[in-house]
């Protein structure tokens, strides 16, 4: 069964930084590209940073180049979202996701969630 549980989300002000984790199970873990996304209130969720499956290639919303990192360890299992100079703009619940296809159907796993909230 997969599973991913995201963690480190917080209240924090503007210019600080959180360190986002997402604990994967139940699946090769190293043999699937991952993501971050984040929804805010009243708008669409949007992808903000991914990472291949070896860690080699990464990519990122404009919205957060040069801010944010995404890592991860394929012999821990985990996924982070290193998160720098935050802005108010960066609120949203952040989720943790993996899109895997087998016998011709895609499979899209969310975890639960993790609140990050920029504020004063």
Known sequence: ?????????GLVQPGGSLRLSCAASGFTFSSYAMKWYRQAPGKERELVASITRAGGRR???DS?????TISRDNNKNTVDLQMNSLKPED????YCNT????LGRTYDYW???????VSS
């Not at 069964?1 to 989300?9: A, D, H, P, T």
């Not at 957060?64 to 944010?68: D, I, Q, Y």
């Not at 899109?99 to 087998?102: A, G, K, Q, T």
């Not at 975890?111 to 909230?117: E, L, N």
């Open 1 to 9: 069964q997969v599973q991913l549980v995201e963690s480190g989300g």
């Open 111 to 117: 975890g639960q969630g993790t609140q990050v909230t």
């Open 59 to 61: 990519n990122y919303a």
């Open 64 to 68: 957060v180049k040069g801010r944010f």
């Open 91 to 94: 609120t949203a619940v952040y």
């Open 99 to 102: 899109l895997m296809v087998s």
